[in-house]
């Protein structure tokens, strides 16, 4: 059961590092209405700070490097991994990788599954990774 719902959790990560995190329907679907996120560079901002921050990442053109594969996502993530709260809420953990700046981080979610079934992204926060190579092959979505 874990697997299972680690694979889900980690699909909706993951539409939120690529296309996806652009689709304000999209982002108003899994943002909980209470959603807060403490960003990388420590930032508390609300849910409509976010979507509106993510709505406006798509007229701005993103320039990556050239070894970096056409498909990469915006975001490029790995070692995804899940600790059960309660039946309906969850942390998901994993590492990040900006393919445009090569800036890691930590990152923490936590989601909770509402009266719709729905798993919806509660709280997120990024924080800096301690230095070292960045490898961007290891990437899981």
Known sequence: MSETLLEE???LECSLHAARRNDREWLEQILHPEFREITRSGVMVDRVE???SLTGEA???VEVPVEVPVEVPVIVS???SLIRLAADAVIVN???VNPQNRLA???CSCWVRGDSDRWQLIFHQGTPAAGGDVDLSRHQC
């Open 9 to 11: 959790l980690k699909a």
């Open 50 to 52: 976010t979507i509106a």
């Open 59 to 61: 007229d701005v053109p």
């Open 78 to 80: 790995s070692d995804f």
């Open 94 to 96: 994993y590492h990040t």
């Open 105 to 107: 981080a930590l990152r």
